[in-house]
């Protein structure tokens, strides 16, 4: 079967066995553990998708979604808690509580949660399809470097100016740009005002990727809000994991509590 997830039984009874019918019908398989930090980590390779039907026990209840935070973070899983409405206003005390994807206090609505099993289910096949990113450098042996960087991971494209930058949008639409500051002709943030203000480009997401770092330049950039700052500097392997965080922040829904 297709899209396993995770079923962690924090307590038993009529409800849990609702919920598993229903998500069985639904086309998912699940895969039933109990709630025991060891069983979760043996079993964590299995599914993606992790729902967590909590107990009553406070002391279980924040050890074990503390753990599942982790995975959420360091593995790219998806979390969905159910259970008492108190319970789950606990778990807003403990860190990385907003990267949660769904509470459902009881009375629960199964259907509810299963349309957010299938929104993630969405969301981990965007965010498993390969990512284009256009890199935007008048340094040519800088974009030899990166585009060998990212290649095994992305599509890459590389530009020379600003003024190609903006001719290659015309016929594409990357998923990410990494823009360098200084460039001739148009600089980085000429480029990333243009970007902004066409209808068209507005919605693509821009990291800049530069050597400036110094105070006016800085906050001259930070006042277009781009989604990202990044030096030149940064190793190979903080600058992959920075993207790949970009890209699972930006994909995965959040709860809206």
């Known amino acids: 079967m297709k899209n396993p997830i995770l079923f962690i039984e924090g307590s038993g009874g009529f409800i849990p066995k ?23 980590s043996c079993n964590r390779n299995r599914a993606e998708m992790i729902i967590y039907y909590m107990s009553e026990d406070s002391g279980q209840v924040l050890r ?18 159910a259970g008492d409405a108190f319970m789950l206003s606990k778990i ?21 949660l299963v349309d957010k099993v299938r929104e993630l289910v969405d969301s981990h096949r965007e965010f498993h399809r390969e990512k284009d ?37 015309e016929r594409m639409r990357p998923d990410l740009i990494l823009l360098d500051y200084e460039m001739p002709e148009l600089d980085g943030y000429q480029v990333l005002d243009q970007v ?14 530069t050597g400036k770092n ?25 600058l992959l994991y920075v993207l790949d965080k970009f890209f699972a922040t930006s994909i995965f829904p959040q709860h809206d509590g």
């Open 214 to 238: 110094d105070k006016e330049s800085v906050m001259r950039i930070i006042k277009r809000k781009p989604e990202g700052y990044l030096l030149k500097s940064m190793p190979k392997d903080e």
């Open 18 to 40: 609702a919920i598993n019918k229903k998500l069985s019908e639904a086309g998912f398989e699940i895969i039933c553990v109990p709630d025991n930090v060891d069983e979760i």
């Open 92 to 112: 807003k005390k403990l860190d990385g509580y907003d990267r949660i994807n769904g509470l459902f206090p009881r009375p629960i609505d199964i259907d509810c």
């Open 64 to 81: 074990t979604t503390d753990y599942l935070i982790d995975l959420i973070e360091t593995e790219h899983k998806s979390l969905c808690l």
């Open 196 to 209: 902004r203000r066409n209808p068209l480009t507005c919605q693509v997401p821009i990291i800049f990727l």
């Open 133 to 169: 990113i256009l890199i935007i450098d008048d340094d040519n042996d800088f974009l030899k470097v990166m585009y060998n960087w990212l290649k095994y991971t992305y599509k890459v494209d590389c530009v020379r100016s600003g003024t190609e930058a903006l001719k290659f949008l």
